[in-house]
Structure formats: C-alpha cells, structure tokens
C-alpha cells in the first residue's frame, strides 16, 4: 500500500512527515516514560522508519539507470547497515551518560536533523506518477508470490529480518542480566 501511495503522491510528503513521527515518538517518550509510551514510540518509530525506507527504494530505483541499479541499492543498503551499526552505540553512550530522558531527546533531534537536510534541497523529489500513466507491470502482492524466485527472496528477508529483530531486542536484555552498561550492550 505504501509504494501505490508513494507512486499517486511522490515522495516530498513523506520525507517531511516521517521525520516529525519520528522526533514526535522520541519526545513523547521522554516526556511520559511508560511501557505504553515506550510501545507507541516505538510503533511510530518503526512505521515512520520503514515508511522512509520504501520511500528511499523507490527514490533509488526510479533515479537511477537499468545498468546502475544494484549498485545504487548496494550503497543505500551499505548506508542503512552502517546507520543500524552507528545508532545502537550513539543510543547506548547517550544514555550512559545522560540518561534516558535526555537519550530520547537527542534522537528526537537527530530526526529533526534530517529535516534541515532535506531543506537544502540537495535530496531528489520524486513527483507521483501522472494519472494516465501506467506502471511497466501491475498486479497485487499474491501475483509477485506465483514467482518463485521471489518467494525465496522474500523467505530469506523474513527470516533475516525476523532473526535481526530478535537479536536486537534479546541483546539488551541478556546485556542487562550480565549487568552490563547500555553502552556496553
């Protein structure tokens, strides 16, 4: 559903709403820390983030040329692994040594930044498709899943990203058993 909106609307929406979701969750944790808090920060935090995601894939595929597509999604994908690598220890100093209040804030900044950024201009708009045209192929998700090349790549991505998940959520815990500080963790 969101690559058919991204592809009516474009994508300057969506590049300015998910980053103010995102600082919007880090400051309503900060401000009332709860576990409910904390679960719809975090639920916005993932929509806004896999929302921005897409709009990147799409911004990447539709800007670059046939030949340079792979390595065009090799660098995005170079970027957002080493962002996942970089935020997790920026988090855990952050909170070490100004807690986690403060830790939320400084995230809710850093998605602020990302406003500045595109600002500039410097970042592509992609416009939505015109009205009348159509896409190279179209169809629903079950039409994608009768490939079966797909449906292993998709496989593989669920498992990936579900063991990925796990780990990211059992690592602080059993960090927290062996009394570790979060910026060991």
């Not at 590049?15 to 820390?33: E, F, Q, R, S």
Request: glycine share 8%; net charge positive; with cysteine.
């Amino acid at each position: 559903h969101m690559g058919r909106l991204i592809d009516r609307k474009g994508t300057q929406a969506l590049n300015l709403v998910c980053p103010l979701i995102m600082a919007g969750a880090a400051l309503l944790a900060a401000l009332l820390p709860s576990l409910a808090t904390l679960a719809l920060a975090g639920l916005m935090t993932g929509s806004a983030f896999l929302t921005i995601h897409i709009v990147n894939q799409q911004v990447v595929g539709r800007m670059s040329k046939p030949e340079d597509r792979p390595a065009n999604f090799a660098l995005q994908a170079t970027w957002a692994a080493a962002a996942s690598a970089l935020a997790p220890v920026v988090t855990g100093i952050a909170i070490d040594h100004i807690g986690f209040r403060w830790a939320f804030v400084l995230l809710g900044v850093i998605a602020l930044l990302s406003l500045l950024f595109l600002a500039t201009g410097k970042l592509p708009r992609l416009a939505g498709r015109p009205q009348g045209e159509k896409h190279a192929a179209s169809g629903s998700v079950i039409s994608l899943l009768s490939e079966a090349g797909l449906r292993r790549i998709y496989l593989a991505n669920v498992l990936f990203a579900t063991s990925w998940d796990v780990f990211l959520f059992m690592t602080p815990i059993y960090g927290a058993t062996l009394k570790l500080s979060a910026s060991q963790i």
